[in-house]
């Protein structure tokens, strides 16, 4: 992989999460990244809350460092299913996308933080306990299809992955924790790992 430039020595933006309990802190995480693209560093050392989808596919030359925790917002499983991104050609959906060139994705395993957490226990309970749509739904592997009123209104209820990289180059990310992702009943460490 080519070596990054070097980035600024005093362009951090480091990210501050609201205090309301039901937030977003969607716009405040891309508001950074737009102000730390090309040359800087995006600092997320908190406790952040996402509730709406994010598109970073702009990012060029850019650190970020995650030593905080991301929750992503399941209170209302069903509302991801019209804003999330859609990757039909795999039956996914995604949180937010990550593209662009020359990115670098800093955890720290050292702390127990660096956390990405998609709160997936909403998302199988839902499926083994709404009896509404539970004996109309088919299941294939990453994607939940529910037919709520007939076979030509279709919801599709993708359970959305953390994240993922689309049209990226140049890429690295470790020492991550990732956890509860609603498309998987397991938890997951990434570490090291180049695209």
Known sequence: MPCSPAREPKRFCFVQPGTAPDRDDAAHILDSFHKCNDGGTVVLDQSYLIGSPLDLTFLKHIDVVITGEIHFDASDVYCWA??????DFQNQSVYWKWGGEDVNIYGDLSREKSVID???????????TNKSVSKDFSYSGRGIVLRLCSDICILQLRRPMLF?????????????????????????????RAY
């Open 164 to 192: 993922a990289f689309d049209g990226m180059e140049g890429a690295t990310m470790s020492n991550l924790r990732m956890r509860n992702s609603p498309h998987v009943r397991t938890k997951s460490h990434l570490t090291s």
């Open 82 to 87: 019209e804003n999330s991104f859609k990757y």
């Open 118 to 128: 998609g709160h997936g226990q909403p998302y199988w309970e839902e499926i083994q």
